[in-house]
């Protein structure tokens, strides 16, 4: 079945350790969004790859970098966690930029810890 | 600023009790409004899709309608396996296609 999979499900790290999220896709889709979720919030956009053209979001913190060296791979680096980094990390993707019918497709998550 | 309110933030039901979760949303233009299910643990599973008022979609026991202000998720006759967080998420016009989600409603379904 096409899917979108993250690895590792579960992470822990220590404060300030580098830490980095993996996500494919066997969907073929152009787009693919890096989403943070805290307990009992609303998933908030950290930034999405149309293609290989990054996209930020203005209020995304410059400890959250992306990498996507190919269409079926995202990356997620966190330069140096902190406490209030810990929550779950969601990648989706999405077939197409402003096609119709345009759903986004998310996958498991990565619930971060940090201690 | 786009934004998406949903009430109630949890609601409990007997298995049976037909009910319905509520989506209240602000944007400038709407291109598209999205329902999730998301289970603990895992990431949201998408639903519906909904494009214009009066537009309504149906799967199994559920059934998603639009206003131009709101939307509605109808759950007949829920099963305790219905027990998950809906998730109602935006898609505004003009290119973007970053989704605004609200919190959620938490639906707990007892046997």
């Known amino acids: 079945d096409a899917m979108v999979i993250q690895n590792p499900r579960y992470q822990v790290t220590q404060f300030g350790k580098p830490v980095t999220l993996s996500c494919s896709q066997t969907l073929n889709h152009n787009v693919m969004y890096w989403y943070q979720q805290k307990s009992s919030q609303a998933p908030k956009l950290l930034f999405h790859y149309y293609d290989k053209d990054f996209n930020n979001e203005a209020d995304t913190p410059d400890n959250f970098q992306s990498r996507r060296p190919n269409t079926s791979f995202c990356f997620l680096d966190i330069r140096s966690p902190g406490l209030g980094d810990a929550a779950m990390y969601l990648c989706?993707?999405?077939?197409?930029?402003?096609?119709?019918?345009?759903?986004?497709?998310f996958g498991p998550g990565t619930r971060l810890t940090v201690l | 600023e786009d934004q998406v309110t949903q009430s109630p933030e949890a609601l409990r039901l007997q298995e049976g009790e037909s009910s319905s979760l509520n989506c209240s949303y602000t944007?400038?233009?709407?291109?598209?409004l999205f329902w999730y299910r998301q289970d603990p643990g895992k990431g949201p599973e998408f639903l519906f899709t909904?494009?214009?008022a009066g537009e309504e979609k149906e799967k199994e026991r559920l059934k998603a309608t639009l206003t131009k202000k709101e939307s509605f998720l109808h759950i007949t006759a829920p099963k305790p396996e219905d027990s998950a967080t809906y998730l109602c998420?935006?898609?505004?016009?003009?290119?973007?296609?970053?989704?605004?989600f609200g919190k959620g409603t938490k639906l707990t379904v007892n046997p």
């Open positions: 998420a935006v898609q505004a016009e003009g290119g973007s296609e970053k989704l605004v």
């Open positions: 989706a993707t999405s077939r197409d930029w402003g096609a119709s019918y345009n759903e986004q497709f």
């Open positions: 909904l494009y214009s």
């Open positions: 944007v400038s233009g709407l291109r598209g």
